[in-house]
Every structure is written in C-alpha cells, then in structure tokens.
C-alpha cells in the first residue's frame, strides 16, 4: 500500500522559513520522481517543485531562489525547505508521485502571516 506523510507545516511569519518532510512507503523510491504541489484557497492545485530520481530539480517560478527540494533515498524521504517565505506561500503542501496512477498525501497546512 501506497503511503505519503507529509509534516513540518506550521504558522511563520513573513520572511521565516519552514521545512516540509514527506515519508514514503509503498514504492520503490529510488526510482521516481517526487514532486511538492500546494493548494490555496480558492485556487488550484499547483506544482512547486519537483526531483527526478537522479536529483534533477525545477521550480515553480513564484519559489525559485527561495525554496529547495531534496531527497534522501536511503530513508524514502523527501523535503522542501522553504525560506524567505511570503503571505502568497500560505497553501496546504501535498507531496506526490506518479506511478500509473497519481498518489498523494494528506497534506501539510503552511501559513504565512504576521
């Protein structure tokens, strides 16, 4: 069974930074890529950030310079580090892989505001 967990989500203010984790099981990791999406209100699902298995990265524009996928393949981990973080990050972050079909987690809550 397919199975992401993502954590580190949490309220900061403007110009903070936050570390999102997301734990995998379920799927031979090593091999596929990882993505960050994140959904605000009202708004679609957007794609942040993504990681190939060989650790190629890309960025949305709105993050780039300021957030930073990586992974940890000897753990099934999967991280976003978010820095200089703006009222415009508040979303919920989902992490997500492709494997035939699309698998999610629950989500992390990241709030932006002072």
């Known amino acids: 069974q397919v199975q992401f967990v993502e954590s580190g989500g949490g309220l900061v203010q403007p110009g903070g930074s936050l570390r999102l984790s997301c734990a995998t099981s379920?799927?031979?990791?090593?091999?596929?890529?990882m993505d960050w999406y994140r959904q605000a209100p009202g708004k679609q699902r957007e794609l942040v950030a993504s990681i190939s298995s060989g650790g190629s990265t890309d960025y949305a524009d709105s993050v780039k310079g300021r957030f930073t996928i990586s992974r940890d393949n000897a753990k099934d981990m999967v991280y976003l580090q978010m820095n200089s973080l703006k009222p415009e990050d508040t979303a919920i972050y989902y992490c997500?892989?492709?494997?035939?079909?699309?698998?999610w987690g629950q989500g992390t809550q990241v709030t932006v505001s002072s």
């Open positions: 379920g799927i031979i990791f090593s091999i596929y890529s």
């Open positions: 997500h892989t492709k494997v035939i079909r699309n698998y």
